[in-house]
C-alpha cells in the first residue's frame, strides 16, 4: 500500500528565504506526483505536476524534483515571501487517472 | 479559465439526514473524482468515474453512493449521516487521465 510522507510537518522561516519541503513515498511505481497548496479551510491548488518519467517541474519561484527509484520527491520555494504561507501537500497516483494519494502535508509560515 | 464547480459552499445536516453534493468538471474533462478531508486530515479518495463509469473506489462508506451524468457533472449522496461525517469534500476533474484540478470543496457539518 502506497504511502506518503511529508518532513517537516512544520516550517517558520523569515521573508527572502530559499526553503526545501519533502516528500517521499514508498512504492515507486507511480504514474504522477503533484504538489498542492491549501490554504486554511480552501479548496487544493495544484502547483506543479511532474510525470513518473520527468526530473524536475519549474513555475516562477517554484522547482519541483522527482527521483522515482529513491521514492522522494522536493519542492524548492526561492526568496520566500509572506503570501507563501500555506499548507504545502505531495500527492502520488499509482496509474493514469487513479486515486490521488495525499501526503499529510507541511504547514509553512513566512515572517515578515 | 473555467475551473471545477461545487455546490453547495457550505451544508449544515442533523444525524442522520441525507445530503447531496454536486459538482460540475471543467468543460471537456472526463473524469471526476471525490475526495474527503476530516478537520486536521490530508484528503481521503472516496469514488471516481470515467466516461460516467465508476472507475475506482476508495474509503467511500456504504451509506454514500455517487454518479456521474449525462452532461459528465456529478452528486455524492450521503444518507443516515454521522457527526464524523462533518469535513471538507472536494471534487476534482481530469482529461485523459491526467492532471487532476480541484473544486473549493462543500463544507459539510453534521450536528
Known amino acids: 500500500k502506497q504511502e506518503v510522507t511529508q518532513i517537516p510537518a512544520a516550517l517558520s522561516v523569515p521573508e527572502g528565504e530559499n526553503l526545501v519541503l519533502n516528500c517521499s513515498f514508498t512504492d515507486s511505481a507511480i504514474y504522477n506526483l503533484q504538489w498542492f497548496r491549501q490554504d486554511p479551510g480552501k479548496g487544493l491548488t495544484s502547483l506543479l505536476l511532474i510525470q513518473s518519467s520527468q526530473r524536475e517541474q519549474t513555475s516562477g519561484r517554484l522547482n519541483a524534483s522527482l527521483d522515482k527509484s529513491s521514492g522522494r520527491s522536493t519542492l524548492y520555494i526561492a526568496a520566500s515571501q509572506p503570501g507563501d504561507s500555506a499548507t504545502y501537500l505531495c500527492a502520488v497516483s499509482g496509474q493514469a487517472g487513479t486515486a490521488l494519494i495525499f501526503g499529510k502535508g507541511t504547514t509553512l509560515s513566512v515572517s515578515s | 479559465a473555467a475551473g471545477v464547480i461545487q455546490s453547495p459552499r457550505h451544508l449544515i445536516k442533523e444525524k442522520r439526514e441525507t445530503a447531496t453534493l454536486k459538482c460540475y468538471p471543467i468543460?471537456?474533462?472526463?473524469?471526476v473524482y471525490w475526495y474527503q478531508q476530516g478537520p486536521g486530515q490530508d484528503p481521503q479518495f472516496l469514488i471516481s468515474?470515467?466516461?460516467?463509469?465508476?472507475?475506482d473506489k476508495g474509503s467511500i462508506p456504504d451509506r454514500f453512493s455517487a454518479q456521474q451524468f449525462s452532461d459528465y457533472h456529478s452528486e455524492l449522496n450521503m444518507s443516515s449521516l454521522e457527526l464524523g461525517d462533518s469535513a471538507l469534500y472536494f471534487c476534482?476533474?481530469?482529461?485523459?487521465?491526467?492532471?487532476?484540478?480541484f473544486g473549493p470543496g462543500t463544507r459539510l457539518t453534521v450536528t
Open positions: 468543460p471537456r474533462h472526463d473524469t
Open positions: 476534482a476533474s481530469s482529461f485523459a487521465r491526467y492532471e487532476q484540478y
Open positions: 468515474f470515467y466516461e460516467k463509469m465508476q472507475s
